[in-house]
C-alpha cells in the first residue's frame, strides 16, 4: 500500500502517519490581518446517532447536478438552484501564502455558515487569515459576490491535537451587497449516520483540473472505512472513489443528491482514485447542531 498523503493545507507537512497538503498554495505573502476568531463547539459521543436537517431554497429575489464516476466531470453551471451552493474558499497562512479550498453553504439558524474541513482554516497553530467564500466560482466570475469570514467553528479533537476523524470547521460568513448567504445562494441540509457503503455525490475545486478554476463532480459509493484511522479517538474515516486533487478539501460529499454526509480530508499515496472524509457520526451531529 502507497503511503498516506492527507489532504492538510496550506503546508505540505507530515504527521505519523505521513502526510501532505490539499489545498492549493500560491504566491508567499504574509498577512498583516489578524484571523478570525476560532470558536471550539465540544462534540458529544452521546448525541442521537442518525438524523436529517433538510436544506433552504434561496430568496425569492434569486431563484432563477450533472452526473459523473471514479473520475470527475466538470459542473456545467455552477450557478444553478442547489449546485450554487458549492463554492470555493480563499485564505492567507501567515508563512506560505495564499491558497484555497471547497466549502458548501450550510442550513443552519443564522443563514450564514459554509462547511468545509478543519485544516482549511487551522493547522499546527497556523490560523488563517484573509478568509472568504466565493459560491459558485466559475473562472474568475463571482455571480453572487464574496462572503467574508467573520468567525470560525471547529470541534477540539481537531484545533488540538489534529485527529483526522475530526477534520472538520465551520465558517460564519457576513452579508454581502446581496444579503445573507443562504438567503442568497440557498443551503444544503446535514445527515448524519448514513451507510459507509452509501452513494455519494463530492464536489470541489481541485487543482488538477483547470487550475482549481471551475466546479468539479465526482459520482461515488463510499467503500466502507479506512483502518489506519482506528488509532484515533473517533469514528474511522471514510472512503470513496474519486480522483480529485488539492484545492478540493472541504468539498461536500452530498447523499441523496440533497444532505451534506462529509467533506474531503486526505487520500493516499498511489491511490489517487480515492478520497477521505471524516464520518458524519454522533459527534460530528452534535457539532453540526450547535453552529449558529
Known amino acids: ?7 492538510f493545507g496550506p503546508r505540505a507537512r507530515r504527521l505519523a502517519l505521513g502526510v501532505t497538503v490539499a489545498c492549493i498554495v500560491s504566491s508567499p505573502a504574509i498577512a498583516p490581518a489578524a484571523p478570525p476568531p476560532i470558536h471550539e463547539l465540544s462534540a458529544s459521543p452521546l448525541a442521537p446517532g442518525s438524523f436529517r436537517v433538510p436544506g433552504r431554497s434561496p430568496a425569492p429575489a434569486f ?3 450533472p452526473g459523473a464516476g471514479a473520475s470527475s ?3 456545467l453551471n455552477s450557478s444553478a438552484d442547489g449546485t450554487r451552493t458549492n463554492g470555493k474558499i480563499l485564505g492567507v497562512d501567515p508563512d506560505i501564502g495564499s491558497y484555497s479550498c471547497s466549502g458548501t ?3 443552519t ?3 450564514s455558515i459554509v462547511l468545509t474541513a478543519g485544516h482549511c482554516v487551522v493547522e499546527r497553530g497556523s490560523e488563517a487569515r484573509r478568509l472568504f467564500f466565493v459560491p459558485a466560482y466559475d473562472h474568475g466570475a463571482r455571480p453572487f459576490g464574496t462572503f467574508a469570514v467573520r468567525s470560525v467553528y471547529v470541534m477540539p479533537q481537531w484545533r488540538r491535537s489534529e485527529n483526522p476523524d475530526f477534520d472538520l470547521a465551520a465558517l460564519r460568513v457576513k452579508p454581502n451587497e446581496l444579503g445573507a448567504l443562504t438567503d442568497v445562494v440557498g443551503a444544503r441540509g446535514y445527515a448524519t449516520g448514513k451507510s459507509r457503503l452509501a452513494a455519494f455525490q463530492i464536489l470541489g475545486y481541485p487543482a488538477a483540473h483547470a ?3 471551475e466546479l468539479r463532480s465526482c459520482r461515488a459509493h463510499g467503500l466502507g472505512l479506512d483502518r489506519l484511522t482506528d488509532r484515533f479517538s473517533g469514528p474511522p474515516t471514510m472512503p470513496a472513489s474519486c480522483d480529485m486533487a488539492a484545492g478540493s478539501s472541504g468539498g461536500a460529499w452530498l447523499f441523496g443528491d440533497e444532505f451534506v454526509s462529509g467533506v474531503t480530508s486526505y487520500s493516499y499515496r498511489g491511490r489517487p482514485t480515492q478520497l477521505f472524509s471524516p464520518y458524519f457520526g454522533p459527534e460530528v451531529g452534535s457539532f453540526l447542531r450547535q453552529l449558529p
Open 1 to 7: 500500500m502507497g503511503s498516506l498523503v492527507r489532504r
Open 63 to 65: 431563484q432563477s447536478a
Open 73 to 75: 466531470v466538470r459542473v
Open 105 to 107: 453553504a450550510l442550513n
Open 109 to 111: 439558524p443564522s443563514r
Open 211 to 213: 487550475g482549481g478554476e
